[in-house]
């Protein structure tokens, strides 16, 4: 794991270094910076998995030297390294984008070490977690446009709630004035001149796929309108899937 330590006093560059080889089960490999300048200089050349950050060195000092860092560098693993009157100022260092604070003098090598470990483990589970947002963000724009041009709008019906949930685009695709995503099925069913009918596909579409055509109230447009059971081990037995397609202009 590269490490890259901004300290400029010896000392305890000394002891963090002597702290990091006490561990031979860790592959630290240590880089050292004694001005912030100095690291972001390094940063522009080098990746480093984290990086331990005095906030006091003699280019920059307070949070300030954090918030630089960061601007510069916003994806950076940081573990601040405060002094005895600081711990207050540690705690607003992790509010702005740090991992983890350790004040100088209470903490030995076991502490440096799983601080180090378990601010990885979280970064990378933070990475992950926004990777998985972004990409759940693409496929939502992806079944946005999917929609649009096949003029669906997507809805789910729970039997044991009797309640339908409908998609964002469903208003938009279907030219309707909805003011709620969910509704219970008789609500939903006002959607379309034949309710009964709509009702009792809804309701009959757990044991098969039904498939019919309905008028829209507001506009007076056909549509057709798919429902089937959701199947797989984690789908409830008693949800259905549906779409309703407009099919004249």
């Known amino acids: 794991m590269k490490v890259l330590l901004v300290e400029d006093n010896p000392g305890d560059a000394f002891l963090i270094k002597f702290y990091l080889?006490?561990?031979?089960t860790e592959d630290y490999e240590l880089t050292h910076a004694q001005e912030l300048s100095e690291a972001l200089d390094?940063?522009?050349e080098?990746?480093?998995d984290i990086i331990l950050?005095?906030?006091h060195v003699p280019d920059s000092s307070g949070i300030e030297t954090l918030i630089s860092l960061l601007d510069e560098y916003p994806d950076s693993l940081v573990i601040v390294l405060t002094g005895l009157s600081d711990e207050r100022m540690g705690i607003e260092t992790v509010k702005a984008g740090a991992q983890d604070f350790l004040v100088k003098g209470r903490f030995d090598s076991k502490v440096l070490n799983s601080s180090i470990r378990y601010a990885f483990e979280r970064f990378q589970l933070s990475r992950k977690l926004k990777q998985y947002s972004e990409e759940l963000n693409t496929s939502k724009n992806k079944l946005d446009e999917l929609q649009d041009l096949a003029h669906l709008g997507y809805f789910e019906f729970d039997k044991n709630t009797?309640?339908?949930i409908i998609s964002d685009k469903f208003d938009t695709i279907l030219n309707t004035s909805l003011s709620e995503k969910s509704f219970a099925l008789v609500e939903f069913a006002t959607l379309v001149k034949e309710e009964d009918a709509l009702?009792?596909?809804?309701?009959a579409a757990?044991?098969?796929k039904k498939t019919e055509e309905f008028t829209l109230k507001e506009s007076g447009k056909k549509v057709k309108i798919f429902a089937k059971p959701i199947h797989g081990e984690s789908a409830p037995e008693s949800w259905v899937i549906g779409a309703v397609q407009l099919i004249e202009e």
Do not use: P, T
């Open 53 to 55: 950050l005095d906030l």
């Open 42 to 44: 390094m940063l522009s």
């Open 46 to 48: 080098s990746d480093f």
């Open 21 to 24: 080889e006490e561990f031979d």
């Open 162 to 164: 009797e309640r339908v």
């Open 199 to 203: 009702k009792g596909l809804i309701s």
């Open 206 to 208: 757990d044991k098969g």
